[in-house]
């Protein structure tokens, strides 16, 4: 008995062995998923907001994600180049190669009203991450078909159904969770994100909701519409502006403040959408002197000769480590925040003294 059993022990290892070489030799298929973010990496890129360009997708770990499950997007079949497949993409991808500005939003995340219309892509990602928010399909196409399509793939801001694409793929990510809920709504047409252009109500509301306690630059919506529209008056801009001092770029920093993971994000997104611009939202000299030369012209003529190019090269010298809104410090925030008091109606008769604060030799900022 026991050499039978040792025999047939044997023998189902050689057969295992057997099995498992036979296995080496089998070819796996590649993954297409990771063939395609490859293919449209490889001929657009990724998105990055300082420059914009034919990106589709932030990462190539992005665009596995988006496509393994977060997007709900059928395989497809080879030769597909109309449809909302994964198929359709990489071929688009391939030809993006030679013709990038054609081709990569077709091969991108919103299908470029190519590969699916816009509102097959966006439906297709409602039903797949945020099934709750319309009764039906049909109620979804509806709605979809008054969405204006002159967005951007991975807007934040503005009347689109790019942006609501971004926001209902988005939602995938962590499907029924509290941040999926949130932009399963900001995806809906009364989009609170989507759906507001950029202006100092829609921002100061936007801002003074996401950015609380430590993070809060602002009094109250009122204090932040002063700033906004008065002691700054920031240009309206866009929502994928970077880069420059803008109503815009500010109200995209404050609509993701709102869906911050964690506090290091939340902290930048806030000094983004704050007075200073965070260094992103308008370099700080860029802000300094351009709030100078609005509210404080005898400072800047005093300290600079009125010239704009001598302040910026200056205000290089400055620290950058104050936070916005600071009163004391020797740094650029400091100086920001007195010449933009300067502006604010409330200290009306007292502009000499905020200015003189805010000078090159400032003894409020040491």
């Keep these: 008995m026991g050499t039978v059993s040792r025999r047939i022990s044997s023998l189902s290892l050689f057969v295992w062995?057997?099995?498992?070489?036979?296995?080496?030799?089998?070819?796996?298929?590649?993954?297409?998923?990771?063939?395609?973010?490859?293919?449209?990496?490889?001929?657009?890129?990724?998105?990055?907001?300082?420059?914009?360009?034919?990106?589709?997708?932030?990462?190539?770990?992005?665009?596995?994600?988006?496509?393994?499950?977060?997007?709900?997007?059928?395989l497809g079949e080879e030769g597909d180049e109309a449809v909302d497949t994964i198929s359709c993409r990489t071929y688009h991808a391939g030809l993006a190669a030679l013709d990038p500005e054609t081709h990569c939003p077709h091969a991108g995340p919103t299908g470029g009203d190519v590969c699916g219309s816009y509102c097959e892509v966006y439906c297709g990602l409602m039903t797949n991450n945020c099934s709750e928010q319309f009764s039906d399909s049909q109620a979804c196409q509806d709605a979809c078909a008054a969405f204006p399509t002159s967005g951007a793939t991975g807007d934040i801001t503005g009347d689109t159904v790019q942006c609501r694409i971004n926001f209902a793929g988005l939602a995938g990510l962590e499907r029924g969770g509290v941040d999926s809920q949130a932009n399963c709504e900001l995806a809906m047409p009364a989009s609170g994100a989507c759906g507001v252009p950029p202006t100092c109500d829609a921002l100061c509301e936007e801002v003074v909701d996401a950015c609380v306690d430590g993070n809060a630059y602002y009094a109250n919506v009122d204090d932040c519409v002063d700033v906004c529209a008065r002691a700054q008056a920031w240009p309206a801009g866009t929502s994928v502006d970077t880069n420059v001092s803008t109503i815009g770029c500010r109200l995209a920093s404050a609509v993701s403040a709102a869906a911050a993971a964690d506090s290091g994000t939340l902290e930048q997104l806030c000094r983004n959408a704050s007075e200073t611009g965070g260094g992103i939202c308008g370099g700080y000299c860029d802000v300094y002197c351009d709030v100078l030369a609005r509210n404080c012209d005898a400072t800047l003529q005093a300290d600079f000769q009125g010239e704009l190019d001598s302040c910026r090269s200056a205000c290089g010298s400055f620290a950058t480590t104050g936070a916005p809104a600071a009163l004391s410090g020797d740094t650029v925030q400091c100086r920001i925040a007195y010449a933009t008091a300067a502006g604010m109606p409330e200290n009306a008769g007292s502009e000499d003294a905020l200015c003189a604060s805010a000078q090159v030799s400032s003894v409020a900022c040491q």
């Excluded at 998923?33 to 001929?43: A, I």
């Design 17 to 74: 062995l057997t099995i498992g070489a036979a296995c080496s030799d089998i070819e796996v298929p590649p993954d297409p998923c990771v063939t395609y973010c490859e293919e449209v990496q490889r001929s657009c890129g990724v998105i990055d907001p300082e420059n914009p360009g034919p990106g589709q997708y932030i990462t190539l770990e992005a665009c596995k994600i988006y496509c393994k499950g977060t997007s709900g997007m059928a």
